[in-house]
Every structure is written in C-alpha cells, then in structure tokens.
C-alpha cells in the first residue's frame, strides 16, 4: 500500500507514555514536557504503533470492526500518523 | 410516549433482583425507553427475548443457566432484530471479544455510569455498535493478531495436495488410518504416509494436534470437495 509513503511500521518512540483515564487520553512526552489529548480512535492507532504491525494491518482492522470503506480508513489512519510523526512522537521502524 | 412512537422496548436480564430493579428504575424514567421483560438466568432471557421480542436485550455476561455470550448467539440467532447489549463486572478484553463474536452489538462494564447504559442503549438501538473507547486499541491488536494466523494457517495449507487435503478433513472430523484409508480407496500404508506428509506441512505433532489446527483456524469449509 505504502500510503504513507514512509518505509516501515509506525511505532510510538519508548519515552513517551499514555495514561487512559475515563474520559481522556493523554500521551506524555518527557523529553519536550509536552502533552498530548488523543481522542479514541487516536489511542487505538496509538497502541498499535509497536514497531511490529504495519499500517496495512491496521487498515485491516479497523475496517473489520468499524465497516467503514477503506479510503475512509486509509486516509484517517495517514493524517493520525502524520500527526503523531509532526508532534515528534513517532518514528519508523525498518 | 406511546409505544412503536420511537420507544425502545428492552429487556434487562441480570442475576441480581436489586440491580435489575434499579436499573430499570433508571430506564423507565426516561421517555424513549421502556423495560419490558426481566430475567435472573440465561435460558429465561432467552425464551423472555422470543416472547416480548424487545429491540434491545441487556444480558449480564455471567448469567447462570447459559452465560451472558451463549445466550447472545441464541438470541441473535432467534430473534436477529433483537440487538444486544452484554455488559460485565469489570471491563475484560476477553468478554468483549467473545459477545461481538457471538452477534451482541455493544459491551459495557458494570462500572460505566447509568447514563452511559441509556445512551448505549440508543445507540445499539440506531444500528451503532458501541465498544469502550479504552479498549478499542486492544481490540485491534487482538484482531491483528488472530488475522495474522488465519495467513499463517492459510500459508501452511497452501503447501498440502489435493489429497492431503482430503486426509486432513478426514482427520479433523476423527477418522483413523483404516477409516482414512476406506474412505479413500487406499492402502493404510499410503494413508499413513499421507498423514505424516500432513503432519510434517502443517508443523504439528500429532493428529490431534492437526484436527486442533483445523477447528482453531476455522478452515474446514476451506477444505471444500474433502470427502465427508
């Protein structure tokens, strides 16, 4: 698919840590002492960015369990990533 | 608000008398929903959901007499425009799984607030399936992860022949060597030599092991024009 044009599996970068609460998400980065509030969907693509499951997979998935078209999901899945990736969260595991 | 004027009928079925009355007495008082049937055992809710056919049925996961995920799948199967909701004591990713397998449209903790058991109630009533945010990204990954044995399974199945094939179907539903070997019109020595060649392709050590690998991965369907 390569539909982030990156190569490699997206995975979270090991200092940084989220803490789900009842009704927020919050990812942590220790090194910048920034804070991030992810919603839902966020979170779950979050927790998949282990550096071992590729966006195809998670594409996969997410249009498994939430019948959403592909091109929907393709494309939020790209602007979650891209987001995680400019916050300087993310990196890519080769 | 009469009913069939935008009413949600549900049925709420729980062990516990004193949780079933209070959440009832949360449903009632509002407008769109309506308790019409109760049940303290999985059986009852059952035979409850095909006698008052509500929209939505509220099924504790650990009902006795059929569980909360059994009586889901009856259910479903019986009364398919009933949707369900399973709700648990504590939010558990296994539980979770197991109701959406079985056809329930929601899952809910007993922890979560009343006022999320009524909007979930809507929800699931509208046609959305509704999943606790917290455990979405566990969920995936376990999807994640049973799909990728299906492509492990379905790897290892692509090396069999046609008659390895037709062997491990036999194997899967208990046949033994001689059965095999009837069944096939072949000596037992060959049917034999098929098994170990089944054995060896799918990197199992036994035929339990094999018959284990078919149920587990679902694919004796896939083993079309097998003999039965």
């Not at chain 2, 062990?15 to 055992?41: M, P, Y």
């Not at chain 2, 199967?77 to 979770?96: K, T």
Request: proline share 4%; net charge negative.
């Amino acid at each position: 698919m390569n539909m982030l044009v990156r190569k490699g599996n997206p995975i979270r970068k090991p200092e940084v840590w989220l803490r789900q609460a009842d009704n927020e998400n919050v990812v942590y980065d220790p090194e910048t002492s920034v804070v991030h509030i992810l919603n839902a969907t966020a979170t779950a693509i979050w927790v998949l960015c282990d550096g071992e499951t590729t966006p195809d997979e998670m594409v996969e998935a997410i249009c498994e369990l939430s019948g959403l078209p592909r091109e929907v999901v393709v494309e939020d899945l790209r602007r979650i990533l891209l987001q995680f990736e400019e916050a300087d969260i993310l990196t890519w595991k080769v | 608000m009469a009913e069939g004027d935008g009413v949600i009928r549900v049925l709420l079925a729980d062990e516990q008398s004193l949780f079933r009355q209070a959440v009832k007495v949360v449903l009632s008082s509002e407008d769109d929903l309506n308790v019409v049937g109760e049940a303290a055992d999985g059986l009852q809710a059952i035979a409850e959901v095909e006698r008052v056919r509500p929209d939505v049925a509220l099924l504790d996961a650990g009902l006795p007499n059929c569980d909360g995920i059994r009586a889901t799948r009856q259910i479903t199967l019986r009364v398919p425009e009933c949707r369900v909701i399973v709700f648990s004591a504590q939010e558990d990713e296994q539980i979770l799984v197991q109701a959406l397998e079985a056809g329930a449209s929601g899952y809910l903790s007993k922890g979560s607030a009343l006022v999320d058991l009524i909007e979930a109630t809507r929800a699931v009533h509208r046609g959305d399936a509704l999943i606790p945010p917290r455990m979405l990204g566990a969920l995936l990954k376990r999807l994640i992860h049973r799909r990728r044995e299906r492509d492990e399974a379905m790897r290892r199945m692509g090396k069999l022949t046609r008659r390895e094939r037709e062997v491990l179907a036999l194997l899967a539903r208990g046949a033994d060597n001689d059965g095999i070997a009837q069944h096939l019109v072949i000596s037992p020595e060959t049917a034999r030599t098929h098994i170990q060649n089944v054995l060896g392709k799918l990197d199992v050590h036994s035929r339990l092991e094999a018959a284990a690998f078919v149920t587990q991965n679902g694919i004796l369907d896939d083993l079309a024009g097998a003999p039965r």
